[in-house]
């Protein structure tokens, strides 16, 4: 091995600022998911007072998390989470549309106790209410790891920054793919591998608008690939099962491919 390596690897090594893992991130992120929904917790509270205080650490650790990832320079980090903390009742309310979207949308949920515990779209889409919330506080690096955490537990990828409305709901979920610049109305459903990106990976550009639009009440089946910024899918349209779609469609629209099936003679069938 050369040794020019092992010289570049200490280095950096030694330059390196110790910060937290990404897994004490994403467990700052389930204390609050468990204290908005304690069905997910094994902790119980005996009163509003235990739960103030919950919530109170909930701040001051979001406050250790800023100045140990340095993710900010000159933010003030105090600030920023006293913020954080005055939205996380939108937060609450928004997720809570997620539910009863999901318990109505779905003939298998039987209970909210369920889509709670149960629902991989529900449990991705907490972290990214939370991670949405961060990036709009101008927190980098926090929300794409809070993101990718539940990526990793979900494979349903949602980037912080897509705006997402009320009473969204991705059923089974597993593939699903949501661009940065994506813009999806109320009342959405969405299914398992459902790509919404872009049609360029230029590097160029970063900052234009590169992943469709999905307007009110819009299902989209799964396997469909939805691609460009200046893709806009019509309100009330339904986009079937692996279409491909790279252009916009008008409200009401549905959307498919054609199944052409071919009867051949079975020469099993013979007597």
Known sequence: MN???FQEILDKQQKREVVPSNEVIAAWASHLICLLYPELSKATYSSTLEIEEGFQ??????????????AC????????AKDFIG?????????????????????????????IRAYPGFYALCFYRIAHVLLKLNVPLLPRILTEYAHSKTGIDIHPAAEIGEYFMIDHGT???????TRIGNHVKIYQGVTLGALSVNKAMAFTKRHPTVEDKVIIY??????????????????????????SVPPGSLVYHNV????V??????T
């Open 3 to 5: 040794k020019n390596l």
């Open 57 to 70: 650490k909930l701040e001051t650790d979001l406050v250790k998390l800023l100045n140990a990832t340095k």
């Open 73 to 80: 320079y000159d933010c003030n980090n105090e600030a920023v």
């Open 87 to 115: 939205k996380i009742p939108t937060i609450y309310r928004l997720l809570n549309t997620d539910i009863h979207a999901i318990l109505h949308g779905d003939p298998a949920a039987r209970n909210e106790f369920e889509v």
């Open 175 to 181: 593939g699903v793919v949501i661009g940065e610049t």
């Open 222 to 247: 799964s396997g469909a690939t939805i691609l460009g910024g200046e893709t806009v899918i019509g309100r009330h349209s339904v986009i079937g099962g692996n279409v491909w779609l790279t252009k």
């Open 260 to 263: 052409e099936i071919t009867v």
């Open 265 to 270: 003679e079975n020469k099993f069938n013979h």
